[in-house]
């Protein structure tokens, strides 16, 4: 199969610290997978390396076959491209900046997302709440028809009965071909979706399993495999 | 890919809805400033044009900062560094969105000059033909076509002086960005403080070389001979090819080293 992401010794380093070092990954055409760490350990710094909004790093990331910037913006829908309108800027006003300047955004796609997460278009973004602009970001990001969607802890302020509701339609709002990078603590609730995991330890890449193969091969949750090595208990084969 | 055309529209709307503000604020100003002087009873006919002829500068330095500010901005923020186009684009089609925002402030400050000599149009229309009648009637060959050098020379100056002025803000911010990014985590706020003192310099250091080049050009401004007029155009070249300068370098930090706020 295609990797749609590959990643090669991926260094980054910034204030005299070293965030990411040696960073080797390859994702496949197609699948979701969960991007696991603790805080602080460099998921949502790699999002911004492939997004290409990071950057001074060593090493190469090409993202469907390209590894030019612009290029690769064109690939990807990242969940940050929220950050930096003006907090006055009405919801309506937004959607028309994503119609002008994404040829891949796809209205109709948004509105019945809207009405799924039930976003009201005429309030501000500072009207609200944490739960709802979470829902504008998922809505905004997913309407897009790109290759790649790099969700970052899309679900933190959604109460947990719309959290469960989003993350099981997240399979039917992409296409079969797209990659779904998605990094949340809530890693029981996002287990159902994965096809894959990566875990984000010791500022790399420590380990890339299929869900499947967790599943069977050690009888345990994601989660609990999650924990396990974080905890220095890794189960290894 | 975003089109030139669509990532213009994007980045001048936010531009052009702080313009109606300022303007709308600016007309407030007037309105208040002539009840108070009806109240006063120092109403006389030229008052509103002297008004806003004088509100008009605060409305040009508050329309300058804000469009700078706006600027600076989208080269720091997720939401437009996403967007899929180029950063030599992204830095251009910005440069022009607040340029556009300049000049939509400046026909609104012309339309409300107009509003404001209406009280004494008759005048106005009077000064205007004895002016006509003289360039007409004048002695001096070319006299008209000097006046009209001149005053485009003029106009295309003050463009290109903004223009350095913007790519100038923009190179200090982006290098001061790029810099954060090689001092130790604790060093921040003092790295900070000196860049202030840095950018301070340096606005002082560019306005310096555009101040002396005007003044080259202004010493010699009314004196109508060809070689002034031309030292306004070379001056105007000068400014635009040491903002083409500043440019690659902005666009150079953007590809490499300027992120975006997290």
New interface residues.
Partial sequence: MTNTIEIKNLNYR????SILEDVNLNIEMGKIVGLLGENGAGK?TLM?LI??????ASGSITVAGTDG???K??A?S?S???????PSMRIDKIIR?YE????DFSTKKYNEMAGFLQIDEGLRLSALSKGMKEKLIIGLTLSRDTKVYLLDEPFGGIDSMSRKKIIQSIIKWKSDDAVILVSDHYVSEIASILDEVVIIKDRTVYAQKSAEEIRSKYAEGIEHYYESIYEGNDIDD | MTSFYDLLKSLTRPKLRIMNRIVLIDVIAIVLTLIYQVYRGDLETDTPLAITLSYSVFVAIVAFVLMSRNSEHIFVSDAYRLIPASDTKLYSVNLLSSFIGMVYAGITQVVLWVIAAIPFWGDFGAQFKKMFHYTMNSDKQNFVRNMILVTIGAILLAIAMTLLLWASITLIHLTGDALTAFLPDSRQKFFRFVLYVVVIVAFLYVFSIIENRVDGVMNHFFNMNGDTIASIYYATIYLLGFTALESVGSVYLLKHWVETDS
Avoid: H, M
């Fill in positions: 910034r204030n005299y610290r949502t911004r997004a290409g909004v990071a950057k001074g910037v612009p290029d913006k064109s990807i990242f940050e491209q929220l950050n930096g309108f003006n900046f002008d300047v994404y040829p």
